[in-house]
């Protein structure tokens, strides 16, 4: 068991269901979870199986029905609205399956659209270095390859300085040796800020790179796998 202290997240019996009408669906059934500072967790599960339910809830982008959810010594299941944004500000980087980048501003633009307003953040140039982007810190989107702008994202989410980085599907658009490079950005950003990961994937190739594997399914963690030897990106192979 890790020292509380070392805790980051954890949840108890949390549950979320999605109302419409008379109609209900149970997207997470009792979820038990803990995640350590400096962890890098993949979280693995069909389409439907509630994993991006479950990374929204921590995220605090949504809340859950019941249950609890804790970000260290804070409780996120009792926060209100104004609460969770200071919260996501704060300690929360995010990165999607779509870059989400602004196509008028430069890489270097975008990335400091987020130092503008944390309340520690690195410099932006120091985080497209971090990510493998200093040659193209003054390209704009459309000069950059799908891989490229993901590592902008990374970039982006990281300049915070988060506690955590909440990835959805980060490989999802791109090709297998593009993913590699977007793995590769995520495990050096993992081990040079030491931000608790989580990576959703489809892809069970990269549970390889993971020090933990989380399975969903229905709803529910219905695996947990503790890798004793972790892969290199480039060993990765889908």
């Known amino acids: 068991m890790a020292e509380q202290s070392e805790i980051v997240f954890r949840a108890t019996g949390l549950t ?3 109302r419409n009408g008379a109609l209900e669906v149970h997207a997470l059934r009792g979820i038990d979870f803990e995640a350590r500072r400096g962890e890098f967790i993949v979280i693995l599960g069909p389409s439907g199986s509630g994993k991006s339910t479950f990374l929204n809830i921590v995220g605090g982008l949504d ?3 019941g249950g609890e959810v804790w970000f260290e010594e804070h409780q996120l299941t009792s926060l209100g609205e104004a609460a969770l944004t200071q919260y996501r500000r704060d300690h929360v980087g995010f990165v999607f399956q ?3 980048l602004v196509p008028s501003l430069t890489a270097q633009e975008n990335v400091q659209l987020v130092t503008e307003i944390a309340r520690r953040p690195m410099q932006a140039a120091d985080a ?3 990510v493998g982007l200093a040659d193209r810190a003054h390209h704009f989107p459309a000069q950059l390859s799908g891989g490229e702008q993901q590592r902008v994202a990374i970039a982006r989410a990281i300049a915070k300085n988060p506690e955590v980085l909440l990835c959805d599907e980060p490989t999802g658009a791109l090709d297998s ?3 590699i490079k977007v ?3 995520l495990t050096q950003v993992n081990r040079a800020v030491g931000a608790t990961t989580l990576v959703i994937t489809h892809n069970a190739a990269i549970r390889d790179i993971a020090d933990r594997v989380i399975r969903f399914a229905d709803g529910r963690i ?3 796998t503790v890798n004793a030897v972790k ?3 480039s060993e990765v192979a889908w």
């Open 222 to 224: 219905v695996e947990e």
């Open 231 to 233: 892969k290199q990106p």
């Open 16 to 18: 979320k269901v999605y």
């Open 98 to 100: 779509f870059y989400n």
């Open 128 to 130: 497209l270095a971090l």
């Open 183 to 185: 793995l590769e950005a």
């Open 177 to 179: 040796m593009t993913g």
């Open 63 to 65: 809340q859950a029905s």
